[in-house]
């Protein structure tokens, strides 16, 4: 079975610095990856999405991933964040290019210090 | 980018009541929509996926009785809580699947006092 795991729940940054949040997942074949920005009482807006090819994904709004294999992860960074950027933030692993089956990460909240 | 609604985008209701959520993709054709449960800082549960024209696909432990979902048309799926009761209060999302990414609602609030 599929599982993703975001090991932080709540971060905190300062406007201007740089982010990085983690995700680990857990699939027994080449993964779909996916991150996803919601903002409150929102949908969902698909930041960027890994299928194959070059392991650094670049995304909307700045946003850039890498996949790791060998430690099943893919992290979301972003070198400069913006007081627009506090929002949550979730991952997601799926067995096909549209995220519709996918499994979610429980999401990490992001919170930006002026 | 594509957009999807839904309708309402906040619901209150008594218990014991029926409510109905639209979900319309607004400039392409979706043969298959998805709705999800989300609670509180949780993350977001696949409840049925829904396919234009043929009954939906419920996922492990969601009633199928108690949220009909009905996608008559290739631009418009609902998703119904029949009797709901206050354990039913959550975020409802819906998402439409395009041709290269699926595009998520922005979801409906509904209370059930």
């Known amino acids: 079975a599929q599982s993703v795991t975001q090991p932080d729940i709540h971060i905190t940054v300062s406007e201007g610095a740089s982010l990085e949040l983690r995700c680990n997942y857990s699939?027994?074949?080449?993964?779909?990856l996916f991150w996803y920005v919601q903002s409150p009482g929102q949908g969902l807006q698909l930041l960027l999405k890994?299928?194959?090819?070059?392991?650094l994904v670049q995304g909307i709004k700045g946003f850039e991933a890498e996949f790791k294999r060998s430690q099943s992860s893919f992290n979301l960074r972003k070198p400069s964040v913006h007081w627009s950027d506090a929002a949550e933030y979730f991952c997601?692993?799926?067995?096909?290019?549209?995220?519709?089956?996918?499994?979610f990460g429980d999401g990490t909240t992001l919170t930006v210090k002026p | 980018g594509a957009v999807v609604s839904q309708h309402p985008s906040r619901v209150i209701c008594k218990s014991g009541t029926s409510v109905k959520i639209e979900c319309r993709s607004l400039?392409?054709?979706?043969?298959?929509m998805f709705w999800y449960r989300q609670f509180p800082k949780q993350s977001l549960m696949l409840m049925a996926t829904?396919?234009?024209?043929?009954?939906?696909?419920?996922e492990q432990g969601v009633e199928k009785d108690k949220f009909l979902i009905n996608h008559a048309s290739l631009t418009l799926s609902t998703l119904t809580v029949t009797s709901a009761h206050p354990e039913d209060s959550s975020f409802y999302i819906c998402?439409?699947?395009?041709?290269?990414?699926?595009?998520f609602g922005p979801g409906t609030r509904l209370t059930v006092l």
């Open positions: 829904s396919n234009e024209g043929s009954k939906a696909t419920y």
């Open positions: 998402s439409a699947q395009g041709l290269a990414e699926q595009f």
């Open positions: 699939y027994g074949a080449t993964p779909y």
């Open positions: 997601a692993v799926g067995a096909g290019t549209n995220a519709g089956k996918s499994t």
């Open positions: 890994y299928f194959s090819g070059d392991t």
């Open positions: 400039d392409f054709q979706a043969t298959t």
